[in-house]
């Protein structure tokens, strides 16, 4: 049984139907990736699993408990974090702060500051940042700090949406190297990104997602040998 | 105990604010004892100007949810003890109206607030407009009267009921600044989405905090009508109420508690020294200053002072802080 399982998931906004009947499933311990071009509606799924926007049908299980209709810190507590695209730190506020509303919902508020150390432990830098505003970090510290947050609520699963986006090739590669490490402490992750090739060197399984369906799905590294992936995704 | 020392500042900085506003308190406590008539009436009406910004700044200036209501809730508070004020003491017409003033508002946010951007300023505004013609309607129709009389309290005694007002407040706003509710509160202000993504119930938060703002309000309208003596709905329900605790708020600055206090308190000696001296150019000069205010100093005095601060430490202790210029902030 994968710890999460999605099935026949749709959803839309107004008429438009973004996600049509889509199956996607998780094991614990893995990296998922989630590939597509703009617009083939990455992170509408994530929306939708995380009860950020209304699916119209389907259900979404995690560690055999239906979560689609839980409100968003019901789902925070059930052990999923999702850190979205672009990171949405809250920009005046302080790294420390940034890092405590990861643990916002009631259940985990408590214990924040033991999460805190954790955190910190795992993410020396921003414990030597914990008083600098979110604004003034660069790109890969934010995106760092971005991971602390999701962190905070010690969550079993991560859903990474373009973490990559907007980093520079090295930096991009670093970030990466950390969801790999973050991996092999425990937890597992479901990563979106539009960067095709990184991604699918780390990804134990991989979906590729075309207008609003999965077009496609195996092995990460098998996938690289694909020839519909080299064409639409690698140029090759 | 153990409360009290959970609430207490931890650091020295804020020990020091602690011990100054304990200061400002007892200074304002005794004041009508050795102040004449005048001033303490006069004191009274800073303080109520200060509460008004201070819940003002609670919702909105942490939100960014423009609210133009303060109006709505002082002229319920109003109507509230020139209804209830021969049968009850002061205090107890206060309490029913800062109950009345939270209910309402509840009701009122949770019909806008799921509203973004500009329609919850303009709802705020036209609730005013609302109450008022209302509550003229009500008056001629069911009492056959426009004003009613309102009782006068001893004005020692009115102006030491909205000093409670004010420390409570105070107090308030300091445990709220660093609590799970403020902070999230001031996630919404900066970005509403993001908010929402890690957990926060907006809508609730937004309609709570909205609710708990206009209890003080209507609260210190009570207390004032006993001031004024008569009131209608023209009075009670006065529009500038609404645009002067947004104007002090601005130009003090709403990121930080002093800033709201220094606007009220300089927009109030202000007026009262223009309406005196100059009546004619009173509205002129006040609004010159106002558009300078808010052209110049982006975030009101406290922004300036902050500033200056934080350049003085610099000077004093050079590449202490290399990172953190303007960016730090204080725990």
């Given amino acids: 049984m994968a710890m999460l399982e999605i099935e026949n998931l749709s959803a839309g906004y107004g008429n438009v139907q973004v996600l049509r009947d889509v199956s996607l499933s998780v094991d614990e311990g893995r990296i998922v990736a989630l590939l597509g071009a703009n617009g083939a509606g990455k992170t509408t799924l994530l929306n939708a699993i995380y009860g950020l926007h209304k699916p119209s049908s389907g259900t979404v ?21 999702y850190l979205p695209e672009g990171g949405r730190l809250f920009p005046d506020m302080s790294v420390k702060e940034n890092l405590e509303m990861g643990a916002y919902p009631r259940g985990l508020w408590r214990d924040r500051k033991r999460d805190l150390e954790r955190v910190y432990k795992l993410l020396p830098r921003l414990g030597e940042r914990k008083k600098q505003l979110a604004r003034t970090m ?16 010690d969550p079993k699963m991560c859903f990474f949406d373009e973490l990559s986006y907007g980093l520079a090739p090295k930096m991009a590669q670093e970030v990466l190297g950390m969801v790999k490490e973050l991996n092999a402490g425990g937890l597992s992750v479901l990563l979106v990104e539009q960067n095709v090739r990184q991604t699918l060197e780390v990804a134990d399984y991989a979906y590729v997602m075309e207008n609003g369906v999965i077009a496609l799905e195996g092995e990460g590294r098998s996938l690289l040998d694909n020839e519909h992936v080299k064409k639409a995704y690698l140029g090759l | 105990m153990a409360f009290i020392k959970r609430v207490l500042p931890g650091t020295a900085r804020g020990r020091l604010h602690l011990g100054a506003l304990i200061c400002v308190a007892a200074f304002l406590a005794v004041f009508p004892g050795v102040s004449r008539p005048y001033t303490t009436i006069f004191t009274a009406s800073i303080l109520m100007y200060i509460i008004l910004s201070l819940s003002w700044t609670f919702f909105s200036g942490k939100t960014g949810y423009i609210s133009l209501a303060t109006a709505a809730f002082y002229g319920i508070g109003m109507y509230i003890e020139a209804i209830l004020g021969r049968y009850i003491p002061l205090p107890a017409a206060m309490l029913v109206a800062a109950a009345a003033g939270f209910l309402i508002a509840a009701g009122i946010g949770a019909i806008t607030l799921r509203l973004r951007g500009v329609y919850f300023t303009i709802f705020t505004f036209g609730l005013v407009l609302l109450l008022q013609n209302l509550v003229l309607w009500i008056e001629i129709r069911f009492f056959h009267t426009k004003g009613r009389i309102v009782t006068s309290g001893d004005f020692t005694f009115v102006y030491y009921c909205i000093l409670a007002v004010f420390v409570i407040l ?40 909205f609710a708990v703002s206009a209890a003080p309000v209507s609260a210190v309208g009570a207390a004032m009508a006993t001031r004024v003596g008569y009131i209608d709905p023209n009075i009670a329900f006065n529009l500038l109420m609404s645009f002067m605790p947004v104007l002090m708020a601005i130009f003090g600055g709403t990121h930080s508690l002093y800033g709201p206090v220094f606007g009220a308190l300089v927009l109030t000696l202000l007026e009262e020294k223009l309406i005196r001296g100059y009546q004619e150019y009173y509205m002129i000069i006040f609004g010159a200053v106002m558009i300078i205010a808010v052209s110049f100093m982006p975030k009101g005095a406290a922004g300036i002072a902050e500033s200056v601060f934080l350049k003085l430490r610099r000077r004093l202790r050079p590449r202490s802080h290399p990172r953190n210029d303007g960016g730090a902030r204080d725990e």
């Fill in chain 1, 61 to 81: 299980v995690f560690r055999g408990r239906r979560i689609d209709d839980m409100p968003g810190d019901k789902i925070i507590e059930q052990g999923i974090a």
């Fill in chain 1, 138 to 153: 660069s790109g890969g510290e934010r995106q760092m700090l971005a991971m602390g947050r999701c962190l905070m609520s």
């Fill in chain 2, 170 to 209: 105070l107090i308030a706003a300091v445990i709220m600044r660093r609590s799970r509710f403020g902070l999230a509160l001031e996630c919404i202000g900066q970005n509403e989405d993001s908010a929402a993504h890690i957990g926060v119930d907006t809508t609730r938060t937004k309609i709570l905090a």
